[in-house]
């Protein structure tokens, strides 16, 4: 009997350790599996970080050569790969015209030479003022939207995308969809001409305005043309807002050339703006990289001089614009004179790989 006992005893032993052995290798075979996954994982996080990487070292590219456009627009790229952060980027330059180039610029992880991420992007620069730029009461580089039946404009306006209820537009009305994006001026050397004539209005200045304890110059013109019937003789105020233009109440004339970093605001209907009540009259030319906004509130809001907008354009209630070529005409004199228009700007991009 404890024979049989014995050779029974070894016989479940055996069985154990043969069911401990698979379970190892059942074991060792997940552990792996799981390893293999973490491993796997790990290099795709790696690939896709590098890809991106690459993609910002692209971009960069972009950017400078950009810059280089704008001081010497014959620049034809870096030449050879140049070294940023963890990998290098590389950009050629092919002319496309007298105002356009074509920037191809590659990044590269860890190399060129030793690429295990590379991305590609193409993109399209203008260095020009369009041809009649300075001809339009109203120049959208996106959608102007006309409320009512009070608003007038008189004058050529033009538009990227779409305009609503343009039955009160005296002027030629034109859809172009090269007018995007806005054209931009040298802002700095504008900017820097706004101070040397106390006409910036920063954050702390435009706070000073909204409570009518500062205000914008009264006249279009810094100092008055020598000769009356020659607009460049004179000098407009060039006034520079670092913000949105909030117009409040009566604000009588106000007048210049209006660069606004920003939106020009005087929407009743939005919470965020202010009523315009009574009259009132900007006398000269209002560039806004923004949204320009516009109600007449109880009086009359005029424009007497036109609008620059780099996105839409909308007029409510008892708004006016008008072109006048002359103040137009000073301040194309003024630009042209300063060397401050064709700045090069990316108008269109796109990635190639």
Not at 100 to 120: E, L, N, T, V
Not at 128 to 149: E, L, R, V
Not at 175 to 200: C, E, H, T, Y
């Amino acid at each position: 009997m404890f024979k049989r006992l014995s050779k029974r005893f070894k016989g479940k032993r055996g069985s154990i350790l043969v069911a401990s052995y698979l379970v190892l290798a059942v074991l060792l075979i997940l552990g792996t599996l799981f390893f293999s996954r973490i491993v796997s994982d790990r290099k795709l996080m790696d690939i896709s970080r590098e890809r991106l990487e690459a993609f910002y070292l692209a971009e960069a590219g972009v950017d400078r050569t950009i810059r280089e456009l704008d001081d010497n627009f014959n620049y034809s790229g870096s030449g050879a790969p140049v070294a940023l952060g963890r990998g290098e980027y590389e950009t050629v330059v092919t002319v496309l015209s007298s105002t356009r180039r074509s920037i191809d610029a590659r990044g590269y992880i860890p190399s060129k030479a030793d690429a295990r991420a590379q991305r590609r992007i193409e993109a399209i620069i203008r260095k020009q003022t369009p041809p009649n730029f300075y001809d339009y009461a109203i120049y959208s580089s996106h959608d102007i939207d006309f409320n009512g039946t009070s608003y007038s404009v008189t004058g050529d306006i033009i538009y990227a995308n779409s305009v609503d209820n343009s039955g009160n537009v005296n002027g030629t009305v034109t859809q172009d969809a090269n007018v995007s994006p806005l054209a931009q001026f040298d802002f700095m050397v504008l900017r820097a001409i706004a101070v040397s004539q106390g006409n910036l209005y920063d954050a702390a200045r435009l706070s000073q305005v909204q409570k009518n304890k500062d205000s914008y110059p009264s006249s279009f013109w810094f100092s008055a043309p020598t000769d009356p019937a020659d607009p460049a003789t004179g000098t407009p105020n060039v006034v520079y807002v670092e913000g949105d233009m909030v117009l409040n109440g009566d604000i009588g004339t106000i007048g210049g050339f209006f660069l606004v970093v920003g939106n020009v605001l005087t929407d009743p209907e939005d919470t965020s703006d202010t009523t315009i009540n009574g009259n009132g009259q900007v006398a000269g030319c209002i560039y806004t990289t923004g949204k320009f906004r516009v109600n007449g509130g109880g009086g009359n809001l005029n424009v007497d001089g036109g609008v620059w907008s780099g996105t839409d354009s909308d007029l409510n209630g008892n708004a006016t614009i008008s072109y006048n070529g002359f103040f137009m005409d000073a301040v194309e004199s003024m630009i042209n004179g300063l060397g401050a228009s064709g700045v090069a700007q990316m108008i269109s991009w796109r990635e190639i790989e």
